[in-house]
């Protein structure tokens, strides 16, 4: 099997803000398709001690607390939004799987590749942390569109990918059917994104893109 490119869906949402400004995104989105290392932003952190205390919570962890509020290294957290939302995923058949298919494209075959956060029958699920909230947050995020065309083409189809997104206070549920109208979106962008890719290749030094 002849297999050109490799590549993560959050690529093409870096690459969707390039495109809208390439003045100021270009060299962002060149770090992050090298894997150049960069500190890792507050949000970014808290989101994941979020998670973990979610998945605690899930696998019967006893969490430290003080109060009304889960106590982790850097944050506090409200205990009882936890307890909501791990409740909403206790039931799910695997967390944080690596998934990866072959997807035809123009150009080829291409490994596209990543990790749902939770997996239920006919279902994924991503855990998404934000400062602030407002429907149809994700619309523009490759997530729903690569692991669902994924779970297709390796014959086991979801029907529905979800985003619990919370902002620290509630959690709300943004959904997304799994349709072959997502699936060529996610196509063309990823067409459009080897482009890119092929356009630059001088500037590329991390060359596991190009590579199964």
């Given at each position: 099997?002849?297999?050109?490119?490799?590549?993560?869906?959050?690529?093409?949402?870096?690459?969707?803000?390039?495109?809208?400004?390439?003045?100021?995104?270009?060299?962002?989105?060149?770090?992050?398709?090298?894997?150049?290392?960069?500190?890792?932003?507050?949000?970014?952190?808290?989101?994941?001690q979020f998670e973990k205390c979610v998945n605690d919570c899930i696998n019967g962890i006893v969490l430290e607390k003080k109060g009304k509020e889960v106590v982790t290294e850097n944050f506090y957290f409200n205990n009882e939004l936890i307890y909501k939302i791990a409740n909403k995923l206790k039931n799910a058949k695997t967390k944080q799987e690596f998934i990866s298919g072959i997807v035809k494209t123009k150009f080829g075959l291409v490994k596209v590749y990543g990790f749902v956060d939770y997996s239920f029958p006919e279902m994924y699920v991503d855990l998404k942390t934000t400062s602030m909230y407002k429907i149809g947050k994700y619309k523009i995020n490759n997530q729903h569109k690569a692991y669902s065309l994924i779970a297709k083409v390796n014959g086991n189809p979801i029907k529905e990918f979800n985003y619990?997104?919370?902002?620290?206070?509630?959690?709300?549920?943004?959904?997304?059917?799994?349709?072959?109208?997502?699936?060529?979106?996610?196509?063309?962008?990823?067409?459009?994104?080897?482009?890119?890719?092929?356009?630059h290749k001088e500037l590329i030094t991390d060359k596991t893109i190009f590579k199964p």
């Open positions: 099997m002849n297999i050109k490119y490799s590549i993560y869906p959050t690529l093409l949402d870096s690459f969707y803000w390039y495109k809208r400004f390439p003045d100021t995104k270009f060299s962002e989105l060149i770090d992050k398709i090298n894997r150049v290392k960069t500190p890792m932003p507050i949000a970014a952190l808290k989101g994941i619990l997104v919370t902002d620290f206070t509630r959690f709300f549920i943004e959904t997304y059917k799994c349709t072959e109208k997502l699936h060529q979106e996610f196509i063309t962008e990823l067409e459009d994104f080897i482009d890119f890719l092929e356009y």
